[in-house]
């Protein structure tokens, strides 16, 4: 199946279709008519810079960054498409009145459906003061991955240290499946060669018609914003800089990573949580970087480059940490060969392209990650912290409520010589405070594990 970039206009508005959604960001964009599927990402940032550069560097991030500049559109057979609409994106200012006022504002906004059929699918909440300042990012998911979020965050803190950074305007790829070498590592794709990418982009002039509203009805406003208690359940912690040093050091004597340790710490906590039980199996989704694998390459584009993979772990709570966190980094290890990550990817095509219903997308998600933690580890970050006379302290991200319920997710990021997590579980199995103990616990056994 050729992946088609068209420039046509919309009759309904003057406006040019970009290309269909791929099959994850069809499932995201799918979920979100249930409750909002976004990420969001908070940049702490010290150092003054005024209301007007801000909205300055906005116009020209989205100028940069094709995806930031859409809506969704449906063709005659209801299929979702991109279409670049020129809207600016939308920017509440807040006086910044504390340290923790930025996590009830970001719980606001996620809790904030976006309206598909308008542009743009993200928006932005600046907590102002004269000497320190937080940046909210959210974004639908549809549009972007967790490592989209941190390279617009630094596009935009270049542009405010430096107005006059040229920033190349890049072009509209496809959707990840479209990306697929139609061979990897000398071994043919397996399954459908429909689904492998056979052309990158062919610019073509067909007419597509658009239909005035989506053929998807979401719930009512009321049903489709997230509930107070489920917000609640929206916890974010640090380690030290002392602390993430010796990690990072201790990860690699012991032939792992920041990520086996981190699944090890939460796997940990979580089972705590029961203590009767002897032996424990924990299934861990992991959010992972794929954009080095992609043909041609995706290089710095804001868009979904990202896949899961699924891990299986048994422990008992008497085990030691590094030797679950060897055996979860080993374990993914196993399963970051490009052609099991593309094989998933064309079965995931597969599926979406039989359109399945709201109903079905939440049934598969929930039969495939009910009760699974579900790590997103950004790494650490590939630039520098000081941007001109503004420095970025501390980054929390991604930051959302995955579709499905009942996961715990757990979101991380290094910036500079600091771990920042974030922690949600929104179903109510377990009560706020068992909540706030797992993440309190998760980080002692991380302090601990460098003594």
């Given amino acids: 199946?050729?992946?088609?970039?068209?420039?046509?206009?919309?009759?309904?508005?003057?406006?040019?279709?970009?290309?269909?959604?791929?099959?994850?960001?069809?499932?995201?964009?799918?979920?979100?008519?249930?409750?909002?599927?976004?990420?969001?990402?908070?940049?702490?940032?010290?150092?003054?810079?005024?209301?007007?550069?801000?909205?300055?560097?906005?116009?020209?991030?989205?100028?940069r960054h094709p995806l930031l500049r859409v809506r969704i559109a449906f063709?005659?057979?209801?299929?979702?498409?991109?279409?670049?609409?020129?809207?600016?994106?939308?920017?509440?200012?807040?006086?910044?009145?504390?340290?923790?006022?930025?996590?009830?504002?970001?719980?606001?906004?996620?809790?904030?459906?976006?309206?598909?059929?308008?542009?743009?699918l993200l928006r932005i909440v600046l907590l102002h003061s004269p000497?320190?300042?937080?940046?909210?990012?959210?974004?639908?998911?549809?549009?972007?991955?967790?490592?989209?979020?941190?390279?617009?965050?630094?596009?935009?803190?270049?542009?405010?240290?430096?107005?006059?950074?040229?920033?190349?305007?890049?072009?509209?790829?496809?959707?990840?499946?479209?990306?697929?070498?139609?061979?990897?590592?000398?071994?043919?794709?397996?399954?459908?060669?429909?689904?492998?990418?056979?052309?990158?982009?062919?610019q073509s002039s067909l007419n597509v018609q658009l239909l005035p509203q989506s053929p998807i009805s979401p719930m009512s406003a009321k049903d489709n914003h997230l509930s107070s208690e489920t917000l609640s359940r929206l916890k974010f912690g640090s380690l030290s800089p002392k602390t993430t040093k010796l990690l990072i050091c201790r990860c690699k004597e012991e032939s792992t990573t920041i990520y086996g340790a981190i699944c090890a710490a939460f796997s940990l906590a979580i089972a705590r949580q029961n203590p009767s039980e002897e032996k424990h199996t924990l299934q861990c989704f992991s959010a992972i970087n794929i954009r080095q694998y992609l043909k041609p390459m995706v290089g710095e584009n804001f868009g979904y480059y990202a896949h899961g993979i699924s891990i299986f772990q048994s422990f008992s709570t008497n085990e030691d940490l590094w030797e679950i966190a060897r055996s979860f980094k080993n374990k993914l290890k196993e399963e970051m060969i490009p052609k099991k990550i593309f094989e998933d990817i064309l079965q995931m095509q597969e599926w979406m392209s039989k359109n399945p219903t709201l109903t079905q997308v939440q049934q598969g998600i929930t039969e495939h990650l009910d009760g699974a933690l579900s790590v997103s580890n950004l790494g650490r970050l590939q630039f520098p912290t000081q941007f001109g006379n503004l420095q970025l302290e501390a980054m929390y991200g991604p930051i959302g409520i995955l579709p499905g319920g009942n996961q715990w997710l757990v979101g991380s990021v290094t910036v500079g010589e600091q771990l920042f997590l974030t922690l949600t579980l929104p179903n109510s199995s377990i009560s706020l405070a068992g909540v706030e103990?797992?993440?309190?616990?998760?980080?002692?056994?991380?302090n601990m594990a460098v003594k």
């Fill in 131 to 202: 000497n320190i300042s937080e940046l909210l990012l959210i974004c639908d998911h549809c549009i972007c991955d967790g490592i989209s979020t941190i390279l617009l965050t630094r596009d935009i803190l270049q542009l405010l240290a430096t107005p006059d950074t040229f920033l190349e305007p890049l072009s509209i790829i496809p959707a990840t499946d479209n990306l697929i070498p139609s061979k990897v590592d000398d071994n043919i794709l397996s399954g459908n060669s429909e689904f492998t990418n056979t052309s990158w982009i062919e």
């Fill in 437 to 446: 103990n797992i993440l309190e616990d998760a980080i002692n056994l991380l």
């Fill in 75 to 120: 063709d005659q057979t209801q299929q979702p498409w991109f279409v670049e609409d020129p809207a600016e994106i939308p920017l509440r200012i807040v006086a910044r009145q504390g340290e923790q006022h930025w996590q009830q504002e970001i719980k606001k906004e996620l809790s904030e459906p976006f309206v598909c059929t308008q542009a743009p």
């Fill in 1 to 63: 199946m050729e992946n088609k970039i068209i420039q046509v206009t919309d009759s309904s508005r003057k406006t040019s279709i970009c290309r269909p959604l791929g099959a994850w960001e069809k499932l995201f964009w799918l979920s979100s008519q249930a409750h909002p599927a976004h990420v969001g990402l908070t940049a702490k940032i010290r150092g003054e810079f005024s209301i007007e550069q801000l909205k300055k560097t906005l116009t020209q991030v989205q100028q």
